[in-house]
């Protein structure tokens, strides 16, 4: 039986009708550290990055030492890097992950990330047989609640005092969860 992992590896590349998701490589830095030391656009995201060089690194650490599962993501008709979503915390026994997204700025609020984000669920439950989907976002973003929405994944949960915020001193996060199963997935196709 072939694993998760073999047929993560044999869809490297998923194109839509306006974007190309793909291997991120150290020649997107530039572009990445765009949008990554931007601290509105990582607000509710990971620290922000304050050199090309931590953006060059975090590329080796997270998407080069790991690739399956993650891709970046390019717009068709200019061929610009213009953020990245993953697949992570993969359970392979019970064949369930995590969605994550980032997108920069100026693409913001023109669909082009639940047109991502559908993409890869399509991915996942048609190609790869996962069983759920999970993603959150910090309660205070809730466009990002509003791409899961729109990618038809179902609001679970909020989980109060999940952390504290990396960027704002003292402030703690309450983080919306939604899901999406296969059978969900399925019905609603």
């Known amino acids: 039986m072939e694993s998760l992992f073999i ?4 869809h490297k590349i998923i194109e839509t009708e306006r974007l190309v998701l793909r291997p991120v490589t150290l020649d997107d830095a530039e572009a990445m550290f765009e949008y990554a030391s931007n601290k509105e656009i990582t607000r509710y995201t990971f620290q922000t990055n304050q050199s090309l060089e931590e953006t060059k690194n975090n590329i080796a650490q997270f998407y080069l030492a790991n690739p399956l599962g993650r891709w970046g993501i390019e717009l068709k008709s200019t061929g610009e890097f213009i953020g990245t979503i993953d697949l992570h915390k993969m359970d392979m026994v019970l064949k369930k992950a995590s969605i994550g997204y980032i997108i920069h700025q100026k693409y913001w609020n023109q669909g082009l990330t639940t047109e991502a984000n559908r993409a ?5 439950f048609e190609k790869i047989g996962m069983n759920m989907l999970t993603a959150l976002h910090d309660k205070d973003n809730p466009a ?7 990618s038809g994944m179902h609001f679970s949960h909020e989980e109060p005092y999940a952390c504290i915020d990396q960027h704002e001193k003292d402030r703690i996060v309450t983080r919306v969860h939604y899901i999406l199963t296969k059978e969900d997935y399925f019905a609603n196709k």
């Open 120 to 124: 890869v669920i399509e991915l996942a």
């Open 144 to 150: 990002s609640g509003k791409v899961m929405e729109k």
């Open 7 to 10: 047929k993560l590896a044999k």
